[in-house]
């Protein structure tokens, strides 16, 4: 039995890397700012808590923090678990706020697979036109059932040094 599952790891080992699947697909990429094991297991990586930040693409002075679950175990250590769909976000405003071009209403900011095939983590982004906020919402999809958890985060623009806070309304795509 202990051969057969070590040599369907190895099989995985090889064609996980061959099917090429990406990471992430954003601007950038998000920077790790630390990993946290919630779950200790024996020979293999720890189940964990991952905290990343990424720069809005778009919108200069923006920053967001999400942080999801990534699974330990042999499945996790060859890259084929299914991540549960639990995450958070924090974005704030961290410098003068400098729209780059326009944008509509729930576009997608930031996508991450959860999953090789069926699950995929999205931040997108809107404007509370009436507020001069920038709303920011995070969640994952999976491709059969959907998935009900997210979390979102509010970025009130306002005035940075000398510069005057600019009216997202203006930069949201008609």
Request: neutral net charge; proline residues 6%; charged residues 25%.
């Amino acid at each position: 039995m202990f051969r057969k599952l070590m040599g369907v790891c190895l099989a995985l080992a090889v064609v996980i890397p061959a099917l090429g699947v990406p990471v992430a697909v954003a601007a950038d990429d998000p920077e790790l700012i630390f990993k946290k094991s919630t779950v200790w297991k024996f020979l293999t990586p720890d189940h964990k808590l991952a905290t990343y930040a990424i720069d809005d693409p778009l919108i200069e002075g923006v920053a967001c923090h999400f942080t999801v679950p990534e699974k330990g175990g042999i499945s996790g250590m060859f890259g084929v678990a299914e991540e549960t769909s639990d995450v958070s976000l924090a974005c704030r405003q961290v410098g003068p706020v400098a729209f780059k071009e326009k944008f509509e209403q729930g576009d997608e900011m930031f996508r991450t697979r959860r999953s090789i095939m069926f699950k995929k983590t999205r931040i997108v982004r809107g404007c509370d036109k009436t507020r001069n906020v920038l709303v920011y919402l995070i969640y994952s999809d999976k491709l059969i059932e959907g998935s009900p958890k997210n979390s979102t985060s509010t970025v009130p623009i306002m005035p940075w040094g000398d510069n005057d806070a600019p009216r997202c309304a203006d930069w949201v795509a008609d």
